[in-house]
């Protein structure tokens, strides 16, 4: 039998992230049925998917899951967090499984757990691949070979079918890999049988909490789902979501802020109401989801580009400041010949990148400074091979950038590195090879799912 209703408590942007208490409770008064929260992204880059490492801290997460855990077992309804561990990677769902468990024997909590990896078997890819099942995404070209073997780390993205794969299994709490964000706030709607065009709207305005409220920073929000559509509201009393909020949050993370894809369809926003209830609640209507003719699932992968060092030295002087530019250009250059007359480096043993931090380090050429900025930071970004070849081109810069002079200057000026040692190194770098979509033979078959049973002694 269908739901009339659903309610959907997101305390957070990411957990993480913080929230008050209160908002908590509040939701739970509301009569939220699910709780669901985000836990990670690729905003941060692609460190996190390679080094299998979360961005957060354990102690902020454990905060978080514990309100969240004793909020779940009090009111008896589901807890979902997906991306868990920033990336999704096994480690990542690994090591808030581990929080979990913990928590629930501190606490005393009997709740079943779930966790679904997303990290993707190379073998697996290969054949899919071979099979021609792998295709590209804009801007990249087709998948080679040698680019998806060069991948330290591969993760599928998961849409909601795994998440209510665990919930019909009688789990409690389902900790995910690599989810779509809104898959985690869709999945129990969607189990209740609710339309998916009101169920796949109202978890993309949700995904990030308070975004798509008045105060971003108020934390969570409150959605209900029916039949007709959903209502969105803040948990902090003092916030409100309007037309606007809502609806701009559409615009948020999307190449077209009428449609959005998940890896069963896409979501079209282009005939949505959005209608003031009261001074803090919206309603929305019209939102249709559109099944795809083939389901597919979205790869991120990350490899190893090699190692990195950074200084950073600040500039007061206003005869540099004057010219700027011609300084740090001036730095390349001599930075330049003094690596290959120290070190006699191969070609592509190194790089370096020189930003000028208050005067053009953002948006460089497309928005030039007009007058000279006050003071500039100067960061010196080393990129080799190795971390001891970063090191020693930072450590043959570090004198240049305490002292070097521009061209007509008659007196050694004295720059200003705020730590000692000047040198800080970054260890491995990452970046993102692939932006590719694999045609799924089931939605499930790329996940593995895990059901943990809470031991709970009398």
Not at 199 to 227: L, M, Y
Request: glycine content about 8%; overall charge negative; charged content about 20%.
């Amino acid at each position: 039998m269908k739901n009339t209703a659903v309610g959907v408590l997101v305390p957070a942007g990411m957990i993480g992230a913080g929230f008050a208490p209160e908002t908590v409770e509040r939701g739970l008064a509301l009569g939220a049925d699910v709780i669901a929260v985000d836990g990670g992204s690729t905003d941060s880059g692609p460190y996190y998917l390679g080094s299998g490492t979360p961005k957060t801290s354990t102690a902020a997460v454990a905060r978080d899951m514990r309100l969240l855990l004793r909020a779940a077992a009090k009111a008896r309804i589901p807890l979902i967090v997906g991306s868990c561990g920033t990336s999704g990677a096994d480690s990542g769902v690994d090591w808030l499984a581990d929080i979990t468990a913990g928590i629930l024997a501190e606490d005393r909590l009997d709740l079943t757990v779930a966790t679904i990896y997303s990290e993707q078997d190379p073998a697996y890819l290969r054949r899919r691949l071979a099979e021609g099942a792998i295709h590209p995404l804009p801007p990249l070209g087709p998948l080679d070979r040698a680019t998806l073997d060069g991948c330290v780390r591969v993760v599928g993205m998961m849409g909601h079918e795994p998440i209510e794969e665990a919930l019909r299994a009688g789990a409690d709490v389902v900790l995910a890999g690599r989810a779509t964000d809104t898959a985690v706030a869709a999945a129990f709607a969607l189990l209740k049988g609710l339309p998916p065009g009101p169920v796949w709207h109202a978890a993309k305005i949700v995904e990030c909490g308070g975004q798509c409220t008045t105060n971003p920073r108020s934390g969570g929000v409150f959605a209900r789902i029916d039949q007709g559509g959903f209502t969105i509201e803040p948990l902090d009393p003092a916030a409100s979501c309007t037309p606007t909020s809502v609806a701009a949050h559409m615009l948020y993370e999307t190449a077209n802020p009428f449609r959005m894809r998940e890896p069963a369809g896409t979501l079209d926003v282009s005939r949505a109401t959005y209608r003031e209830v009261d001074d803090r609640i919206v309603r929305v209507e019209g939102s249709v989801f559109e099944p795809a003719a083939q389901h597919t699932i979205k790869l991120e992968g990350a490899r190893l580009t090699g190692y990195e060092t950074m200084s950073f030295t600040a500039i007061r002087d206003p005869h540099i400041l004057a010219g700027i530019e011609d300084w740090a250009a001036l730095l390349k250059k001599v930075l330049t010949e003094r690596v290959h007359q120290t070190l006699a480096p191969g070609e592509g043993d190194y790089e370096f990148d020189v930003r000028l931090y208050g005067h053009n380090a953002i948006l460089e050429d497309l928005d030039p400074a007009t007058t000279p900025a006050r003071e500039v930071g100067v960061m010196l970004l080393v990129h080799a091979t190795d971390q001891a070849t970063a090191t020693a081109v930072a450590k043959i810069a570090n004198p240049l950038m305490l002292h070097l002079p521009t061209a007509d200057m008659r007196y050694l000026p004295s720059l200003a590195f705020p730590t000692s040692p000047a040198e800080t190194e970054r260890g491995p770098v990452y970046e993102f090879a692939l932006n590719h979509v694999v045609d799924s033979e089931t939605p499930t078959t790329m996940f593995r799912t895990e059901i943990r049973k809470a031991r709970v002694d009398a």
